[in-house]
């Protein structure tokens, strides 16, 4: 019988393209991250027929968030990046990052190779300059793709689609 253990919070890491979609560099969403909460919002169906007392449910979509909040670092990619789009008030497309989920407790029989999720997300900043101890920016992640399933190399920070 296998052993169980619980699992970390750091054992499920996110990267953000700083990249192209061409050309995807995956830099750690780690350093000055004081959250990044995802809420799955699950879509339903709900239906009840004559001769049922109780009603039936189907999950028919989902539409992801992911709230975040940071503290400001300089010389961060990925801050910058969210900086610049909240800063500079960017819309459609230049308002869109690209997140890959990579769990480390998911390995995938080679060492050092895990199972991930990529997805588009718009971002939705909501508070900069909150606190008076350091500069704080927060926000929402709203989806707008569907997640794609793949493995990550964590030595090379790659993302190879399933």
């Not at 480390?104 to 997805?119: M, Q, Y």
């Amino acid at each position: 019988m296998a052993e169980t253990s619980i699992v970390n919070r750091a054992a499920r890491r996110h990267y953000m393209n700083i990249g192209t979609a061409g050309a995807p560099v995956w830099s750690l969403i780690g350093e000055g991250f004081t959250d990044f909460t995802e809420s799955k919002n699950a879509v339903s169906y709900q239906r009840r027929y004559i001769h049922e007392a109780s009603k039936r449910t189907d999950v028919t979509g989902y539409a992801p968030t992911v709230d975040y909040e940071f503290e400001v670092y300089s010389s961060n990619p990925v801050i910058e990046k969210l900086r610049a789009i909240t800063d500079y008030e960017r819309t459609g497309e230049e308002a869109q990052v690209e997140i890959c989920t990579v769990d480390l407790f998911d390995e995938t029989g080679t060492s050092g190779i895990c199972r991930a999720r990529r997805r588009t997300y718009s971002v939705i900043p909501d508070e900069c300059g909150a606190g008076t101890d350091t500069l704080l920016y927060t926000g929402t992640l709203k989806s707008v793709s569907d997640g794609v399933s793949g493995t990550f190399v964590l030595s090379t920070s790659t993302f190879t689609e399933a």
